[in-house]
């Protein structure tokens, strides 16, 4: 009666691996509980999010190794992975969001997020080529695209973009706070990207763990470009950016509960070290009492069904 946050199904999205092919499952060592699918066996999830009361899943796609270059060229290809994912859902559940992810390290050679030249990343045609990724996605249906690249001016690129083609209507949900961080480990595996990164970072383009009041800059000029959304990533170590972030800009503000933050409480629990239910739905909890208005959650369906039993 007294509890000053709630959460609902409505709260969640669930991320969803796509692999290529059709009748494929293959589950994810380090993520305990999910898999990659193919897009045949992803509508039964889309049907279940529904069911739950999800209201949208975000798509990442497995790029088979001989689809990948040094430009990405398969990021913008129509008939790429993601775009026939999209096309399956919409045709299957088309009431359920589908949010896009807009990045390049699916689709590179060298698992960065930008193009490079002499190992340095070239931010204005990292920018050229995610325009024409968002509006790829855009155009096979995509509800909302989310650039995840954390290159500079993206975003307005992007917005005016979709505006002249006609596609006013597709949202940004915009990863504006994007921390450089140790969590994020079991995605790559999931994508396949950690291997073609190799020993290298991302340090350059994405933020230090050390700073709060550069995610204002950051979620600031994001805003100025006209974001409908925006993102804090990862959750839990940086709940105190997630309020400061919703009082100062009172937007939809989402939490992404990243894949290393869902494997330890998964792996804690396998060890009997704690409760991982209990810890689970601790932590969503938590992004709502710090103010977040969504939480993309590997544990979305689990925490839906167990919400829906309570």
């Known amino acids: 009666m007294v509890a000053e946050s709630r959460l609902t ?44 009361g999800i209201p949208a899943v975000a798509l990442f796609p497995v790029t088979p190794a001989e689809c990948k270059c040094e430009h990405a060229v398969e990021a913008w290809n129509d008939d790429n992975l993601m775009c026939r994912a999209i096309r399956a859902i919409k045709r ?7 949010i896009g992810d807009v990045a390049l390290d699916p689709y590179t050679s060298h698992g960065q997020d930008g ?39 993206r975003i307005g690129a992007i917005r005016k973009a979709l505006d002249e083609a006609g596609m006013d209507q597709t949202m940004i949900l915009s990863y504006a706070a994007k921390y450089a961080s140790a969590f994020y480990g079991p995605f790559r595996d999931a994508v396949g990207s950690a291997g073609c990164l190799g020993k290298a970072d ?27 959304m925006v993102m804090i990533k990862p959750g839990l170590p940086y709940l105190d950016v997630i309020r ?4 100062a800009f009172q937007l939809p503000t989402l939490a992404y509960h990243v894949s290393g933050e869902y494997a330890m409480i ?19 909890i938590a992004f709502k009492r710090a103010g977040a208005d969504a939480v993309l959650s590997y544990a979305a369906l689990w925490a839906a069904e167990r919400l829906r039993r309570e």
Request: net charge negative; aromatic share 2%.
């Open 9 to 52: 199904p409505a709260d969640l999205i669930q991320p969803l691996f796509i692999l290529d092919g059709s009748g494929r499952r293959q589950a994810i060592e380090s993520m305990p509980g999910i898999e990659r699918l193919s897009v045949d066996l992803l509508l039964p999830v889309a049907e279940r999010a529904v069911e739950l």
């Open 92 to 98: 299957h559940c088309p009431d359920l969001g589908i």
């Open 115 to 153: 193009l490079l030249r002499n190992g340095l990343i070239l931010n204005d045609e990292t920018v050229e080529a995610l325009i024409r990724q968002a509006c790829c996605l855009a155009r096979a249906g995509c509800d909302i695209v989310a650039p995840s690249d954390m290159m500079d001016g």
């Open 202 to 228: 991302k340090k350059t383009y994405q933020m230090d763990p050390a700073n709060g009041c550069e995610a204002l800059r950051e979620v600031a000029l994001d805003v100025a470009e006209a974001a409908d």
């Open 244 to 247: 400061r972030v919703k009082d």
């Open 266 to 284: 998964k792996a804690a629990g396998e060890k009997g070290w704690l409760d991982a239910d209990a810890a689970m739905m601790e932590s969503l």
